[in-house]
């Protein structure tokens, strides 16, 4: 029996270093695509990285969910601007594009909205306390902000509530190029924060601003690189999400009705998102999420405001 018992203890050990190497190795799988000559995007396991090459160095928009990850991001981007980070970027407040800024030096210039700042503070406050807090945002704004580097003009816009309570959009001027962050899920089912101030019926309007902004290309936060007509495509299935869900919600439906009788007819290509044990995004969640939101089933958080 003994025998066993260990033979069952050292298969389960080796199981699970097969699964860490296997996790690592995920955490550290990244590609880079190039948009433009000095635009370029870094996809793995998190949200996609913008990264702008300008005459003294580069600017990031987002840092991944790892430490470790964004050390070889911070490589990658240096190495591809041929110069250091000047600036981050975080176009909202969740760890999947947040979480690397601690793998960058303490002090670095870090801009997001000041609703951005509130939520980190106040959702994920553990995460950034010690020396964490040296990368958290230290340039906020409310609704627009330009930063001018190297001869490049970036241009940050909070056009309002969508994803979050708090997202900004960030134009590569020169380049003609939008990094729209979460405010735009690619060929993927979106998260929607509703606790953090997101909202289905809101994200439609603010695409309205967004889309009145001068840009060829567009960088989502999650999925392939596209164009204007790429952002329509999804703004066309959140009105479609927003009036077939919200219908149900006036109408009194229960969200069972409404998970049974809404047929979406945009999202027919569209790929789950699923992290094990934390989050499945797919048609089920969205069409929750849009109920909870119509019939006042789900409001969002009061969340201090920081002084400026």
């Given at each position: 029996?003994?025998?066993?018992?260990?033979?069952?203890?050292?298969?389960?050990?080796?199981?699970?270093?097969?699964?860490a190497?296997?996790?690592?190795?995920?955490?550290?799988?990244?590609?880079?695509?190039?948009?433009?000559?000095?635009?370029?995007?870094?996809r793995?396991?998190?949200?996609?990285?913008?990264v702008?090459?300008?005459?003294?160095?580069?600017?990031?928009?987002?840092?991944?969910?790892?430490?470790?990850?964004?050390?070889?991001?911070?490589?990658?981007a240096?190495?591809?601007?041929?110069?250091?980070?000047?600036?981050?970027?975080?176009?909202?407040?969740?760890?999947?594009?947040?979480?690397?800024?601690?793998a960058?030096?303490?002090?670095a210039?870090v801009?997001?909205?000041r609703?951005?700042?509130?939520?980190?503070?106040?959702?994920d406050?553990?995460?950034?306390?010690?020396?964490?807090?040296?990368?958290?945002?230290?340039?906020?704004?409310?609704?627009?902000?330009?930063?001018?580097?190297?001869?490049?003009?970036i241009?940050?816009?909070?056009?309002?509530?969508?994803?979050?309570?708090?997202?900004?959009?960030?134009?590569?001027?020169?380049?003609?190029?939008?990094?729209?962050g979460?405010?735009?899920?690619?060929?993927?089912?979106?998260?929607?924060?509703?606790?953090?101030?997101?909202?289905?019926?809101?994200?439609?309007?603010?695409?309205?601003?967004?889309?009145?902004?001068?840009?060829?290309?567009?960088?989502?936060?999650?999925g392939?690189?596209?164009?204007?007509?790429?952002?329509?495509?999804?703004?066309?299935?959140?009105?479609?999400?927003?009036?077939?869900?919200?219908?149900?919600a006036?109408?009194?439906?229960?969200?069972?009705?409404?998970l049974?009788?809404?047929?979406?007819?945009?999202?027919?290509?569209?790929a789950?998102?699923?992290?094990p044990?934390?989050?499945?995004?797919?048609?089920?969640?969205?069409?929750?999420?849009?109920w909870?939101?119509?019939?006042?089933?789900?409001?969002?958080?009061?969340?201090?405001?920081?002084?400026?």
């Amino acid at each position: 029996m003994g025998r066993i018992v260990r033979i069952v203890l050292g298969l389960a050990v080796l199981s699970a270093a097969i699964a860490a190497v296997y996790v690592y190795s995920e955490i550290m799988s990244l590609e880079t695509e190039k948009v433009t000559d000095d635009v370029s995007v870094i996809r793995g396991l998190g949200g996609n990285v913008g990264v702008l090459r300008t005459e003294t160095g580069v600017v990031i928009v987002d840092t991944m969910s790892f430490t470790a990850q964004a050390r070889q991001i911070r490589r990658l981007a240096e190495e591809i601007g041929g110069g250091g980070v000047k600036a981050i970027v975080n176009t909202h407040y969740h760890m999947d594009h947040t979480h690397g800024n601690p793998a960058f030096p303490a002090g670095a210039k870090v801009v997001s909205t000041r609703r951005t700042l509130d939520y980190l503070r106040f959702f994920d406050g553990e995460y950034w306390e010690g020396d964490h807090s040296a990368t958290l945002p230290n340039v906020t704004f409310d609704d627009r902000h330009e930063l001018r580097i190297g001869g490049k003009t970036i241009r940050l816009h909070h056009k309002g509530r969508g994803h979050t309570g708090g997202d900004l959009v960030v134009l590569f001027e020169e380049d003609r190029v939008l990094h729209a962050g979460d405010l735009f899920f690619n060929g993927r089912y979106p998260n929607i924060d509703l606790e953090a101030g997101g909202s289905v019926q809101e994200w439609i309007r603010t695409l309205d601003r967004v889309l009145e902004l001068d840009f060829d290309t567009v960088i989502p936060g999650h999925g392939a690189t596209t164009d204007r007509e790429g952002l329509l495509r999804f703004q066309r299935f959140l009105k479609d999400l927003w009036a077939q869900a919200g219908t149900a919600a006036g109408a009194g439906r229960s969200l069972q009705e409404t998970l049974a009788t809404v047929d979406l007819a945009y999202d027919d290509d569209f790929a789950v998102i699923s992290i094990p044990f934390m989050v499945r995004l797919d048609r089920d969640f969205v069409v929750q999420r849009a109920w909870e939101e119509a019939s006042g089933a789900i409001s969002p958080v009061e969340v201090p405001v920081a002084k400026p």
